[in-house]
């Protein structure tokens, strides 16, 4: 047995519960919440949206001008007169009808891109704001394509979907006025064929609404596999699983064409149904109204003014239909990012820092945290089982207390407890004589430093990652931290040195630089609690052993948690707390426990022999 399965590393959640699910199939919204999620992205810019409607009904006025002009002009032609002046106007209304149209489509357009920006606000403000289950529970690449292309989808369906269908249905009831006061019978003709076709178009939309909703589902698995895939991306070129992975991508991404190709084929019906209603309507108005010209029931002019504002119906009624089609597929999005708003985020209050001041990290001078634990009960989901049960422990400050265990447990949950990543079940937990949940979160976080087991590293410069949790930390404090840290010879090495980018993840560093680093901030942040997961596991002998000794110089003003599997870590502890299956068997020192505890002894006999061979 090696030292690190003698004393394991709790894994926290996703030791005892299942991989997070995938894309998850998003249930369909109400009508009702829907518009009122619409109008709420829609409502700060009702003004802008208002006046480009406005500009957009005046361009459709000045079109519906265009066929009395013509039919002005036809009966100029007809009694020889003077056409310089009806073709005068008719280059103006061309003119100013699409100067108008082009400046409304502006405004319209650069709204959408307002909308798209304060909704990517307002979810990015969420989404990183998430209880940690709920991040657990939904994969990181999904939730990132709700941000992406989902809200890329309100750009339409808030702003052209909305204008078009108000000016479209103006503009359709304006022109059938005018054709009704021409010729209600060809009118009648006209109706007649718009209404059949409608009613298949009717037939089209829901079909297009579930096609959109699958596709932008399928959308979100593509990210959610991928970010996978270069979450892991050494372990997937180690494994030779190139292939595999691109496999799985593929599978999505042909999921995703498919959906979109279905709901691509019944928007393209849609259109057609537009057309093909206009032609057969013209078919249709010429017959009967070319047999009406003959008859002289009305005069040739008339004829032709009506089959230009029968030509002219085409954009009132696309217009209509894309503002329902733009809307079957907006709602899909919108009801993803309802779903996303929906999840459970963390309280938002930020309390009162001690140190009153815009510094958040706590100061030197004030007293090391205590912490109890009494009768913690915790378990990750309901249908899993208890990862504590019933622990209790008390930790005085300042000093250093070890956790050690076989893995599993709940060591590490231990520090999501403390940190309010997670909620207990049952019991409390008390710092400085305080249940946690009593005390802001950013007044409890200001006073811990945490190093997680991986060491995460962000991408960007050294500095970058250095002053991550302590913003304001002044350059001689961070020169004392490399020097504490040991990081003071590769900042050297750097070619930018602290401004040298570190790579996808600290991708440039080495796993014990990546530790160190992360051993940094947490020191920069000059807590009153230290949080040290596995701090020093991926260390070599020299520089664990600096660490520790920088660790136990910490604790003499701090109060230290560490998890440990090293019994040269282990022994340094003022205290060890022994845990077994979500229990808490002993509390003690070295000596006391291996003579006092089974396991312990058990545990450090293994340690001690591994050290020997």
């Known amino acids: 047995m090696s030292g690190t399965e003698a004393v394991g590393v709790d894994a926290g959640p996703n030791e005892t519960s299942a991989p997070a699910a995938g ?14 999620a619409l109008y709420r992205h829609f409502r700060p810019h009702r003004g ?35 056409i310089t002046g009806v073709l005068l106007l008719l280059t103006g209304l061309v003119v100013f009808g699409t100067a108008v149209q082009a400046l409304g489509s502006y405004l319209l357009e650069r709204t959408a891109e307002s909308v798209v920006l304060a909704a990517r606000r307002t979810l990015i403000g969420r989404l990183l704001r998430l209880r940690l289950p709920e ?35 103006l503009a359709f009831l304006a022109t059938i006025t005018l054709m009704g006061l021409m010729d209600p019978v060809l009118l009648g003709v006209t109706l007649g064929v718009i209404v059949v076709i409608g009613a298949a178009v009717a037939l ?3 079909r297009i609404s579930r096609a959109a909703k699958r596709s932008q589902e399928a959308v979100g698995h593509i990210s959610a596999v991928l970010e996978r895939a270069f979450g892991a991306f050494r372990t997937v070129k180690a ?37 093909l209603a206009v032609q057969v309507s013209f078919l ?20 032709v003014a009506f089959l230009l504002f029968l030509f002219y119906l085409i954009d009132p009624v696309s217009s209509l239909v894309g503002a329902v089609t733009q809307y079957q597929v907006g709602t899909a999005a919108v009801a993803r990012i309802v779903e996303a708003e929906r999840l459970e985020t963390e309280a938002l209050e930020t309390g009162t820092l001690e140190t009153g001041t815009a510094d958040a990290r706590p100061q030197a001078s004030r007293k090391p945290a205590s912490i109890v634990f009494d009768d913690v009960s915790f378990r990750y989901r309901d249908d899993l089982p208890y990862v504590h049960s019933g622990v209790s422990f008390e930790v005085p400050g300042p000093g250093m207390t070890a956790f050690v265990g076989p893995s599993g447990a709940g060591k590490t949950t231990v520090f999501g407890l403390v940190e309010r990543f997670y909620e207990p079940a049952g019991g409390r937990i008390l710092i400085d004589g305080r249940d946690i949940r009593e005390l802001p979160l950013a007044e409890l976080r200001a006073a811990i430093g945490y190093v997680e087991q991986d060491s995460p590293v962000l991408a960007g410069t050294l500095r970058e990652n250095l002053v991550f949790a302590a913003p304001d930390a002044s350059d001689d404090e961070i020169r004392q931290v490399l020097v504490r840290a040991r990081l003071d010879t590769l900042v050297e090495r750097l070619p930018d040195g602290l401004d040298t980018l570190v790579g996808h993840r600290g991708s440039k560093l080495s796993g014990g630089e990546r530790q160190r680093v992360a051993i940094a901030r947490a020191l920069l942040r000059r807590p009153r609690l230290l949080l040290l997961d596995e701090a020093t596991s991926q260390l070599d002998a020299v520089n664990e052993m600096a660490l520790r000794d920088v660790v136990a110089e910490v604790a003499q003003e701090v109060t230290v948690l560490v998890v440990a599997h090293r019994l040269s870590t282990v022994t340094l502890a003022d205290r060890i707390v022994v845990m077994d299956a979500g229990r808490v068997r002993a509390v003690g020192t070295h000596e006391e426990l291996v003579a006092g505890d089974a396991l312990y002894g058990e545990l450090a006999a293994t340690q001690f022999l591994a050290a020997a061979r």
Do not use: C, F, N, Y
């Not at 894309?23 to 009122?36: C, H, V």
């Not at 690449?141 to 269908?165: P, W």
């Open 23 to 36: 894309a998850r199939e998003t249930p369909q919204l109400p009508a009702r919440e829907t518009w009122a």
């Open 48 to 82: 802008t949206v208002a006046l480009g409607a406005l500009l957009a009904l005046i361009g459709t006025a000045t079109g519906l001008a265009q066929p009395l002009a013509a039919k002005a002009l036809v009966d100029r032609l007809g009694d020889d007169g003077s």
């Open 135 to 169: 991040v657990e529970r939904t994969q990181p690449g999904d939730l990132m394509s709700r941000v992406t292309s989902d809200t890329t989808l309100l750009r339409a369906v808030t702003t052209q979907s909305i204008v078009s269908a108000a000016t479209g249905s």
């Open 204 to 206: 089209v939309m829901p």
């Open 239 to 275: 494994s030779g699983a190139e292939d595999r992975e691109t496999a799985v991508v593929e599978t999505a991404a042909r999921d995703a064409w498919l959906h979109g190709v279905t709901a691509a084929k019944w928007q393209t019906v849609a259109g057609a149904s537009v057309g």
């Open 284 to 303: 249709a108005v010429l017959g009967v109204g070319g047999a009406r010209v003959a008859s002289g029931a009305i005069s040739v002019s008339t004829l």
